[in-house]
Structures are given as structure tokens and as C-alpha cells.
């Protein structure tokens, strides 16, 4: 039988939300293998594709990511081809973020694999169930949005 403490700790929201974000870590990098590129990448060249001309600030503030690490996700995808920077010619202290054809081809190549993550992720819940989960996710995120390291900061 385990201990009431271990119990205490392993169902404690913060444990069981880390543990979930090591599940859909490990969904996502299944489902997209072979494609090299991270859900943090991903996300950030999602959002470079919606996005373009957008500068690494804003893309801080749209992913929720501290800025070195957001510095490092634009390095590696401009490494792989997947984005351009340039230089904004009314200040040109600002880089603009662009998503390459190989940064296009990439996501349109990945966009199924992640949905199947996604989906896989949620099967346990069942349909209703998984949209009330979704909803509580959201509220919670929002509700604490603020106490983050790394708020977002949405438009």
C-alpha cells in the first residue's frame, strides 16, 4: 500500500499537470517523428505562418516562453530554413520573423500528426467529457495567467 504522502504528491494538480505535459510531450514527438522539431517550435512557426512579419517580442508574448528560449527556438528554425529574419527598416533594432516555403511545407507536413496527438491525448475523456476538460484547462490557465513566469499575451 502505498504511503499517504506519495498518494498526496502524485495526485496534487501541479504533479498530475507536469505528468500531462509529459504524456502529450511524448504523443506529439510519436506522432510527428522524423520531422525534428519540438511542440515549442512548432507552435512558434505556427504562429510565425498566421503571423507574418511579426517580431520576436510579440512572438515572446504569443507563445508564452521566456525570451531566451524563444531566442533559441527562432535560431533553430532559421538554422533548419524554416524562417527568415529581417531587418525592420524603420528600426533597425527589430528583426521580422517569416516562415520560409520549406517553414510552410513543414507544418502543412506535420499539421495531421499533431492533430492526432491532440486527439490521442484526450481519448481517455470520451467527447463530452474531453471538451469540459479543455474548458477547465483554459480557465485555469487564464484565471492564473498572471502568476505565470511567462504570461501570455494574446492580441
Known amino acids: 500500500m502505498s504511503h499517504p504522502e506519495v498518494t498526496e504528491i502524485v495526485r496534487a494538480p501541479g504533479f498530475l499537470i507536469r505528468r500531462c505535459n509529459q504524456v502529450a510531450m511524448g504523443l506529439f514527438l510519436d506522432e510527428t517523428a522524423g520531422y525534428d522539431l519540438t511542440p515549442a517550435q512548432y ?44 531587418v525592420d527598416p524603420s528600426d533597425k533594432r ?34 463530452a467529457r474531453a471538451q469540459e476538460f479543455l474548458t477547465m484547462l483554459e480557465e485555469v490557465a487564464t484565471a492564473h495567467n498572471a502568476a505565470s513566469r511567462v504570461p501570455l499575451r494574446e492580441p
Open 43 to 86: 507552435g512558434a512557426l505556427t504562429l510565425i505562418v498566421l503571423e507574418p512579419g511579426m517580431d520576436q517580442t510579440r512572438l515572446t508574448d504569443r507563445v508564452a516562453l521566456d525570451r531566451s528560449s524563444v531566442t533559441k527556438c527562432v535560431e533553430r528554425l532559421e538554422a533548419r530554413g524554416a524562417v527568415r529574419r529581417e
Open 94 to 127: 527589430v528583426r521580422r520573423l517569416y516562415a520560409t516555403e520549406a517553414g510552410l511545407t513543414l507544418i502543412a507536413a506535420m499539421r495531421e500528426g499533431v492533430r492526432r496527438a491532440q486527439a490521442r491525448l484526450l481519448v481517455p475523456l470520451g467527447a
